[in-house]
């Protein structure tokens, strides 16, 4: 069972994790719109921007280098910071796009990354950062549907900023509108499959 | 206040002007989520009173020397819109009592708003008055209580906002416009359903002391079906949603 639950209500006696709650005369509240999970005993954030987390994979842009410290732009309301080390051999420059992990969160606000890739080309496009985990699907499959289906290369970033790169950018970008847009209704990865199967044709004849 | 000789006769037979008992309020009907830019929003008709709150954030604070490293900080407007009204208040702009209710509606968040859980950003409120009928900072508050928990904003509660008012030796509740303009008090007040914590308490005119006690339980009674009608209005976004694959697919 999986209910709706809003800020202010009290939260099931059996939860277990202290995220998305808060106790006030030793009763536990909800401080958010969320979905309560039964098996992993939590409260599930159901709208809002993003909160980093740690071991999270994220996109984002370098916007200023000074020395071996890049500040990154990760669309939220902090920053990020990546500190590379002199074994890394990678230098980006200002307005190179990356994925990266998070390695630590400090003070909510700032985000220090590592394992830093670069993104070369391609194109980005935001997304609210709640619909990623449909985006991605259950074990990457929607992601790597549509990776496969438009001959696109996709890197999700859990903050909501996606890399796109490929020629078919314009049908990639649609279905993954289509997706955020129908992200709780069911049976939304055959729907994609069919939606992608039809405008690839349609690309494909306009091609030649 | 307007001036009380020409007053017209608020209670008739014991029903007030527009027909209803003392203690009643006017149909409300809120509508969460129907600005797709905006983090969260919230559309409320209240009687008369149409008021649309939109939610911004937690985003970079603009001006960053406004920031506080240690909390996010509120900002709110309060606006009415030039053809909310007939009476000189709606003239457009930011005017003294717009500033006025921009600030006590931000007090009333900065309390109910887990602002240590988003320091250095901001997050932005505006309301706007399209049509007023009295009222409406109260309708204002509890039309942006309803978007913040749209935009997925950390809070305590969902605050609802009511106003009582006296006329004779009797205590109405939710006044309109002509009962606010020829009331001999007006009392908006913002509270906590949780507790019934009182975030806001306004008071324009003369109140006996037991009077605001009195006032105050009606206000706490009335919260009831309002907090209901602000919890269904979130609660009908997620009606279709197939509970197995959850809203996001998580």
């Known amino acids: 069972m999986r209910n709706i639950i809003l800020p202010g209500m009290l939260a099931p006696n059996e939860i277990e994790k202290t995220e998305n709650v808060y106790i006030e005369n030793n009763k536990i509240y909800s401080k958010v719109v969320g979905l309560y999970?039964?098996?992993?005993?939590?409260?599930?954030?159901?709208?809002?921007?993003?909160?980093?987390?740690?071991?999270?994979?994220?996109?984002g842009i370098i916007t200023s280098s000074k020395g071996n410290v890049y500040?990154?732009?990760?669309?939220?309301?902090?920053?990020?910071?990546?500190?590379?080390?002199?074994?890394?051999?990678?230098?980006?420059?200002?307005?190179?796009?990356?994925?990266?992990?998070?390695?630590?969160?400090?003070?909510?606000?700032t985000v220090i990354l590592w394992n830093p890739k670069a993104l070369r080309g391609g194109t980005i496009i935001q997304v609210k950062a709640t619909k990623v985990?449909?985006?991605?699907?259950?074990?990457?499959?929607?992601?790597?549907?549509?990776?496969?289906?438009?001959?696109?290369?996709?890197?999700?970033?859990?903050n909501g900023i996606i890399w796109l790169r490929g020629d078919a950018i314009s049908v990639a970008?649609?279905?993954?509108?289509?997706?955020?847009?129908?992200?709780?209704t069911t049976g939304l990865t055959e729907r994609i499959k069919v939606m992608l199967e039809e405008e690839m044709l349609k690309l494909n004849s306009i091609k030649q | 206040m307007s001036n009380k000789a020409n007053a017209p006769k608020l209670i008739i037979n014991g029903k007030r002007i527009d027909g209803r008992d003392f203690n009643q309020l006017r149909?409300?009907?809120i509508t969460a989520g129907i600005l797709k830019n905006a983090d969260g929003s919230a559309l409320l008709k209240w009687g008369n009173n149409i008021v649309l709150a939109a939610v911004f954030g937690p985003q970079k604070a603009i001006s960053k020397?406004?920031?506080?490293?240690?909390?996010?900080?509120?900002?709110?407007?309060?606006?009415?819109?030039?053809?909310?009204?007939?009476?000189?208040?709606?003239?457009?702009?930011?005017?003294?009592?717009?500033?006025?209710?921009?600030?006590?509606?931000?007090?009333?968040?900065?309390?109910?708003?887990?602002?240590?859980?988003?320091?250095?950003?901001?997050?932005?409120?505006?309301?706007?008055?399209?049509?007023?009928?009295?009222?409406?900072?109260?309708?204002?508050?509890?039309?942006?209580?309803?978007?913040?928990?749209?935009?997925?904003?950390?809070m305590k509660d969902i605050v609802?906002?009511?106003?009582?008012?006296?006329?004779?030796?009797?205590?109405?509740?939710?006044?309109?416009?002509?009962?606010?303009?020829?009331?001999?008090?007006?009392?908006?007040?913002?509270?906590?359903?949780?507790?019934?914590?009182?975030?806001?308490?306004?008071?324009?005119?003369?109140?006996?002391?037991?009077?605001?006690?009195?006032a105050i339980s009606m206000a706490q009674e009335a919260g009831k079906t309002i907090s209901k009608i602000q919890q269904d209005s979130l609660l009908e976004i997620y009606k279709n949603v197939d509970k197995q694959i959850g809203v996001n697919g998580v």
């Open chain 2, 160 to 214: 609802y906002a009511v106003s009582v008012g006296k006329v004779g030796d009797e205590l109405l509740l939710d006044l309109n416009m002509i009962e606010d303009n020829y009331s001999d008090c007006d009392m908006p007040m913002a509270i906590s359903p949780r507790n019934g914590e009182l975030l806001l308490l306004q008071m324009d005119g003369d109140i006996k002391q037991d009077e605001i006690k009195r």
């Open chain 2, 27 to 29: 149909p409300i009907k």
């Open chain 1, 37 to 59: 999970d039964d098996e992993k005993k939590t409260i599930i954030q159901l709208e809002g921007n993003w909160i980093p987390k740690i071991d999270e994979s994220v996109v």
């Open chain 1, 133 to 158: 985990p449909r985006i991605v699907g259950r074990s990457n499959t929607m992601v790597e549907q549509i990776a496969q289906l438009t001959a696109c290369n996709i890197v999700v970033g859990t």
């Open chain 1, 173 to 184: 970008t649609e279905a993954i509108r289509k997706i955020e847009n129908e992200a709780h």
């Open chain 2, 65 to 154: 020397h406004f920031a506080d490293p240690t909390k996010a900080i509120i900002k709110c407007r309060y606006s009415m819109a030039p053809f909310s009204s007939k009476g000189e208040h709606s003239r457009s702009g930011p005017n003294r009592r717009a500033i006025e209710i921009s600030k006590v509606t931000k007090e009333v968040f900065e309390n109910i708003i887990f602002v240590n859980d988003f320091p250095g950003s901001e997050i932005n409120i505006f309301i706007e008055i399209l049509q007023s009928d009295g009222g409406t900072r109260a309708a204002g508050i509890t039309a942006a209580a309803v978007a913040l928990a749209n935009a997925g904003i950390h």
């Open chain 1, 71 to 109: 500040e990154v732009e990760l669309f939220f309301f902090g920053r990020g910071l990546l500190i590379s080390n002199k074994y890394d051999n990678i230098r980006f420059n200002v307005g190179d796009v990356i994925s990266a992990s998070v390695k630590d969160v400090e003070d909510y606000k």
